[in-house]
């Protein structure tokens, strides 16, 4: 047995079939290559305005597992047949929707948000949290919970009193009477999420990076006490020469959290800032077809 120490020995009817797929698994990252793919989209015309579709392939349409054009001559066909047509608004949808306030962070979601953010490595962003931790402005960092307890609202007024002295925007329109779902009990584990404490902080004495990582958390935090971010989306469906495309636009009706929290620049294929007042069997006119890559 002494000789045989360092052999390895498959214990178990479970373990063939996991390492099969963690083995497949690999295999398929080490082999990974980038494909192209295309998106056709139209620019169309209306009497009330002009806005941008997306094309959404019917059954016929040969597209790979993930359900993408790869073949750009499908795409150049696609394009081709849609091209200075005329088409129709075949399907409108609008749905009243709204989105909650982010949570407070876990050492995981600030990780993931820190790296993005500012390209801080884990270890980074967790070193820079024990500062501010053992500096008494932060709570626990190594918490896995998003949530708070609820007697903790009671501490809301000064922690948002003492945020207008260091980060005033993000207070602003804070309103303390709101009670986000964060503060629930049932939710709270052996920790709860990241947050400021009720001692003031002095951002003097704090380094870029730990001012930075602090306003990240108090950001969060006033969020709690923002309304939902509502809005009104509506979906078109555009039918040129057999040929269906989706444009999706939005009207914002509450700001909201998004106030301290704005969405991000970059918009989806095919979204559009608002769509023109449009109506099913409405007549349009292709004014531009090309595809994305």
Known sequence: LANKARDLISIGRVQTPTLAVIVGRDNEIDNFKPVNFFTPFIDVEHDKGNFRA????????????????IDKQVATDIIDKVKNGQGTISAKKVEDKKISPPLPFSLSSIQKEASAKFGFGAKKTLDVIQKLYDNKIVSYPRSDCEYLPASQYADSKTVLSNLKSVFPNLVKDANPKLKSRAFNDSKVSAHHGIVPTMVKASLSKLSQDERSMYELICRNYAAQFYPWYEYQQTSLAVDVSGETFIARGKIEKEEGFRKIIPFSSKKKDGENDKLPDVQEKDNVKVDNASALN
């Not at 997306?54 to 054009?69: A, C």
């Open 54 to 69: 997306i094309y959404k392939p019917s059954s016929n349409t040969k597209v790979d597992s993930s359900g993408r054009i």
